[in-house]
């Protein structure tokens, strides 16, 4: 059974950082991309951004790119978000998933597996 639980989340002032972290285990997690998502009070769930099984490809969502970075150990069974400028409209319920494909995919139905998210508030 593939597990993923995500650390790292909390309140932070406009213009701070955060490092968020997804800890997967029950799959062979190298072998599929992983996503982090958000999904604001009362908003669709939407995507952050997305790295490629061997860590050769990301892309990320207009709104956080140059700010955001997604980085993984495969080793260690761990995707990261690096978020740093944060800007109040940031604030969110954070989700990292297993995607379907090894290649970076943005759609949020080929992510099959997801956490139960992390909050991250930025106040301005």
């Known amino acids: 059974q593939v597990q993923l639980v995500e650390s790292g989340g909390g309140l932070v002032q406009a213009g701070g950082s955060l490092r968020l972290s997804c800890a997967a285990s029950g799959r062979t997690f190298s072998d599929y991309a992983m996503g982090w998502f958000r999904q604001a009070p009362g908003k669709e769930r939407e995507f952050v951004a997305t790295i490629s099984r061997r860590r050769l490809t990301t892309y990320y969502a207009d709104s956080v790119r140059g700010r955001f970075t997604i980085s993984r150990d495969n080793a260690q069974n761990t995707v990261y978000l690096q978020m740093n400028s944060l800007k109040p409209e940031d604030t969110a319920v954070y989700y990292c998933?297993?995607?379907?494909?090894?290649?970076?995919?943005?759609?949020?139905?080929?992510?099959?597996?997801w956490g139960q998210g992390t909050q991250v508030t930025v106040s301005s």
């Open positions: 998933a297993v995607a379907s494909t090894s290649g970076v995919i943005t759609v949020l139905r080929f992510y099959d597996y």
